[in-house]
């Protein structure tokens, strides 16, 4: 793959999901990415599980919602863009999506219904830890096999939740498909009522103390939910593996977003090293916000010159503070240029394995919020 494009990753992969520290611009990297692929003819579906929601600002559109939304080949028109595929954008709805899984997996009408209607369903589709990573995952292998779709750009939280999702199936396992789970569908009888003659004594007293205080139905309720939760994935061990397993298939392509500042190095590095823990692929680095080093700094008296020349009418001091912009440009650029050394070892490989793509997007004046500056930045991304 070549270290100036990412054109090869776009033709090679159904998926490019988007990881990184928070605050680097991840969110208008992957909507450049998949402005790219769509010029190129792709149909590309943007998934963003990001809270921020800026996505759509740098789109051009009102808000986003959980529906997908194709931007309005319209508006590439007029911005003097030629796009000859297509740009949907859709934001995840973590309960929306479990509910969709309940309705589609469960057994019988009335097994669904037992689960949306369990007061502890919605603590669980919108709270439990790991759920929203979880149904993040589900989403995507959802819209993967969607046939309208050539390529899907999943734009993911920043990087400690962007953690939790790689970690995702694993954490609710541990929450669902425990020992202390499967003690609550142990002490289900044949009748479906909850019985503590079959729990070990130590957890049955703990869970009597738990009924005087929730009330006698609660236990119950909370077993028949397990229970239900148990037929509806057939166990959520071997669905969870099947979802990680999908996420290190050849299909998915990863791309780590960050900028020069040492956290977000830092952050990225350690981001990297997980990614080839967990069997993913760091497939590019796209360094965003880089200040470059100027080819020349002019001296005082050459800004003053070219002052004059252009008749600018900066005022007295206007000269020294164009110097003092230029010298805290070019020290900003030595600092950039320092920290991005950090990323030597992981773009260049010691083992002789390919080495990541690295994309620069230089700092621009101010956040993208229009179609044509995202372009610039999609050119830089995939240039040609």
């Not at 319209?74 to 003097?80: I, K, S, T, V, Y």
């Not at 297509?86 to 309940?102: Q, W």
């Not at 298939?249 to 952050?267: H, L, N, Q, S």
């Not at 997007?361 to 050119?379: E, F, Q």
Request: net charge neutral.
């Amino acid at each position: 793959m070549s270290a100036a494009s990412l054109l090869p990753l776009i033709a090679s992969r159904r998926v490019i999901v988007c990881v990184g520290p928070g605050g680097v611009g991840k969110t208008t990297i992957a909507a450049a990415l998949g402005l790219a692929a769509a010029q190129r003819g792709k149909r590309v579906l943007c998934l963003t599980i990001d809270p921020a929601k800026r996505l759509a600002n740098s789109l051009g559109l009102a808000r986003m919602t959980r529906e997908e939304q194709e931007v309005d080949p319209e508006r590439f028109g007029r911005a003097g863009l030629k796009v000859s595929g297509s740009l949907t954008v859709m934001m995840l709805d973590t309960k929306a999506t479990f509910d969709e899984l309940v309705t589609r997996n469960a057994s019988s009408p009335e097994a669904r219904d037992r689960i949306l209607e369990n007061r502890l369903y919605k603590y669980v589709s919108t709270s439990l830890a790991g759920t929203q990573e979880y149904m993040a995952m589900e989403k995507l292998l959802a819209v993967q096999r969607d046939a309208r779709y050539d390529l899907i750009v999943l734009d993911t939280p920043p990087t400690s939740n962007a953690l939790d999702f790689l970690d995702a199936p694993e954490r609710l396992i541990e929450a669902l498909d425990s020992a202390a789970m499967r003690w609550f569908i142990q002490a289900m009888e044949s009748s479906g009522k909850f019985s503590l003659n079959l729990v070990a004594k130590s957890i049955a007293v703990v869970l009597r103390g738990i009924g005087k205080l929730t009330g006698g139905g609660f236990l119950e309720q909370m077993a028949g939910f397990i229970v239900d939760l148990n037929d509806l994935f057939g166990g959520f061990r071997e669905r969870a593996t099947q979802v990680a397993a999908a996420f290190r298939g050849d299909e998915f392509g990863y791309v780590v977003v960050t900028t020069p500042a040492p956290m977000a190095i830092r952050e990225a590095l350690f981001f990297a090293e997980r990614l080839e823990q967990q069997g993913m692929r760091k497939n590019a680095f796209v360094i965003n916000r880089v200040h470059r080093r100027p080819r020349h700094v002019p001296s005082l008296p050459e800004i003053t010159a070219a002052i004059a020349h252009y008749d600018l009418k900066l005022g007295a001091t206007g000269p020294e503070r164009l110097a003092r912009a230029l010298a805290d440009e070019q020290q900003q650029a030595e600092a950039d240029h320092h920290q991005l050394q950090r990323l030597r070892g992981v773009l260049s490989p010691e083992d002789g394995s390919p080495a990541p793509a690295r994309i620069d997007v230089p700092a621009l004046p101010s956040d993208v919020h229009d179609l044509n500056t995202l372009a610039g930045i999609a050119t830089l991304l995939c240039p040609g």
